[in-house]
RNA sequence: GCUGCAUUCGUCUAGUGGUCCAGGACAUCAGAUUCUCAGUCUGAGGAUCGAGGGUUCGAAUCCCUCAUGCAGUACCA
């Protein structure tokens, strides 16, 4: 009994330890950074991006980051950094620290962090694990040729070439010195080991292996003083004490060349853990998605609509304008290469952040679909109460919202969301409650409007006038009696009656129809129709 | 070319050696809902698990080979 007593004890302790670690404390263990470059617009594999880097953070209560990757300063598209923040603040995923939110490992826009990379740059060169290269760009095209030309071999800056080009391992230490006080342009690369295997782990492909000999010594360190990605990545990720690199696909071949950084730095067991995200392709064809691929195919790759020409004539669309919701769109993302094993398919952030998990996502590139991504836009539709809707509705409804109270234009939105995928789609189902039909859709004129149906529907004229009180009730009542009484077929009235009212054999029930455009505009509509749809 | 990664219905995916002649969702089609369209409900079709070899009593699941696709191969990120 009392064994048991202290193994529960036990147990509780634990567990609760557990718990609290969990749930209640921040975990300085877990920081991820989601690391876009300002080059243009974020698109949603970014965003998808984002969103796994986001939602790891929150489930391990730890620090989600948002660095902007600014070293390409030849790329730099003014307004693209308020772009990506504006993005991921319309989505829900709020950055804990970085660009725009601070923190203490600032700053967090890399071309303010140049003096930073320079001494790191300079502690490889100390340590042998870097050199200084002086080729131009004309003489490394030579090489490259040459070696095609007689040996059929494709150039790589290499262990094998390194040798033969001009760098600080050939030069003498005076030539080197006399040249780097000159004007002249010089790089930094990375000595690469000549024949290393590797055997590296992500989280989502297991195992990676690679030997040292494929890779090339990539450039550090550019001639304008810039480093290049890979330097300033490796160095600001472990100065920002990042756990956990996640991150696109095509980031996953310079994998071995981040680890060897981390190794020539010293900073091994130190270094973050890797996850490298599939890629999100187009819905037609193969290769991944691309910027223009959206409205060719008729639906948005970016979160929020961009000029993609600097004349502003081409824009791109965006989620946010199309009338996605947010959570729709996160939803529909988080499910696009991550599953949660369950047949849940509708997901709050809330229930993201607590189910997803890293050995859940896929490790093939998913087909972007955008019907699912239409039906799940519907699902939260449909969620919105009446009121809602038809708040977000009365932009689209053409100034002719003042034609009804509030009360009816919520019943209205009530009586169509179930057809509507966007709110933005509206005018479409509800146009004929705010103007009369003008024309008749010839077909269902030729299917539905016989010889003698004008002086039905004006006898029926005569039966709606003394509909009182005029309600949905008393039309339904009255209007199926007279159809009784007078041997008439149900649905020839009814169709014709639609006819009048709203130009076309569709929408609503039709006393609901009737009942909310009145008495009056009724009878206006049947005689309209009568006249001018003459037989 | 080289290097790496991937490959289950049209699409997203479940599946970690027997319960899978492969389950769900979107899309498609049919029936029902006796006014229409839409919706909803019910149902149907749809995957020889990329191909071929092994291993095993047994493989979508493990191994090998090939094919295809994608990514990278920049002083871009």
């Not at 760009?137 to 001009?166: G, I």
């Not at 009365?394 to 919202?401: A, N, V």
């Not at 054999?505 to 749809?533: C, N, Q, S, W």
Request: hydrophobic content about 40%; glycine content about 6%; proline content about 5%.
């Amino acid at each position: 009994m009392i064994i048991a007593k202290n193994f529960f004890s036990i147990i509780n302790l634990k567990t609760l330890i557990y718990f609290c670690k969990i749930f209640f404390m921040k975990n300085d263990n877990i920081r991820v950074r989601f690391a876009p470059s300002p080059t243009g617009p974020l698109h949603i594999g970014g965003v998808r991006t984002a969103l796994y880097n986001y939602l790891f953070a929150k489930q391990h209560n730890g620090t989600f980051i948002l660095r902007i990757e600014d070293t390409d300063r030849t790329r730099f598209v003014p307004g693209a950094q308020e772009y990506i923040i504006e993005s991921l603040r319309w989505c829900g995923i709020i950055p804990d620290e970085g660009v725009s939110a601070g923190g203490d490992f600032g700053p967090y826009i890399q071309s303010e962090r140049k003096d930073i990379y320079t001494q790191y740059a300079q502690q490889l060169l100390d340590s042998g694990n870097a050199y200084y290269a002086f080729d131009t760009a004309d003489e490394l095209e030579q090489m490259r040729e040459a070696l095609l030309k007689d040996k059929h071999e494709t150039f790589q800056y290499d262990a094998a070439h390194r040798l033969s080009m001009k760098n600080s391992l050939t030069m003498t230490a005076e030539e080197v010195e006399q040249w780097l006080k000159s004007d002249k342009p010089y790089v930094i690369r990375f000595k690469m080991p000549a024949n290393e295997q590797l055997t590296i782990n992500d989280m989502i492909r297991g195992e990676v292996h690679v030997n040292t000999a494929t890779l090339d010594d990539k450039v550090l360190f550019k001639s304008d003083g810039m480093p290049t990605y890979h330097l300033a990545n490796i160095v600001d990720d472990h100065l920002m004490k990042i756990s956990h690199v996640i991150r696109g696909e095509e980031w996953l071949p310079s994998m071995p060349l981040h680890v060897m950084l981390y190794k020539a730095f010293g900073w091994e067991s130190s270094m973050p853990e890797f996850a490298h995200l599939p890629l999100l392709l187009k819905p037609d064809g193969n290769g991944k998605l691309s910027k223009r691929d959206g409205d060719r195919l008729g639906f948005p790759v970016f979160p929020l609509r961009w000029p993609l020409d600097v004349n502003k004539e081409e824009i791109a669309s965006g989620y946010r304008e199309s009338c996605y919701y947010p959570e729709a769109f996160i939803n529909m993302l988080a499910l696009l290469g991550w599953n949660p094993g369950s047949e849940q398919e509708i997901f709050s952030m809330q229930e993201l952040i607590n189910t997803f998990s890293m050995e859940r996502v896929g490790k093939s590139g998913s087909k972007f679909d955008p019907e699912k991504a239409k039906w799940f836009n519907k699902q939260y539709l449909l969620k919105q109460p009446d009121a809602e809707i038809c708040k977000e509705a009365i932009p689209y409804l053409h100034g002719k919202e003042n034609l009804y109270d509030t009360k009816t234009l919520e019943k209205i939105c009530g009586l169509i969301k179930e057809r509507l995928h966007f709110v933005k789609e509206i005018w479409e189902q509800v146009h004929f409650f705010f103007e009369a039909p003008t024309t008749y859709d010839e077909k269902a004129v030729h299917k539905r409007w016989k010889e003698g149906t004008s002086s039905t529907m004006n006898n029926l004229i005569e039966v709606i006038k003394n509909i009182e009180p005029y309600n949905i009730n008393e039309c339904d009542t009255t209007i199926n009696a007279w159809i009784t009484s007078n041997e008439l077929n149900l649905g020839t009235v009814f169709n014709s009656l639609r006819l009048c009212l709203v130009g076309e054999l569709k929408g609503p029930h039709i006393f609901d129809i009737m009942d909310i455009i009145g008495k009056e505009e009724t009878i206006r509509r049947i005689e309209t129709a009568a006249k001018i749809i003459n037989y």
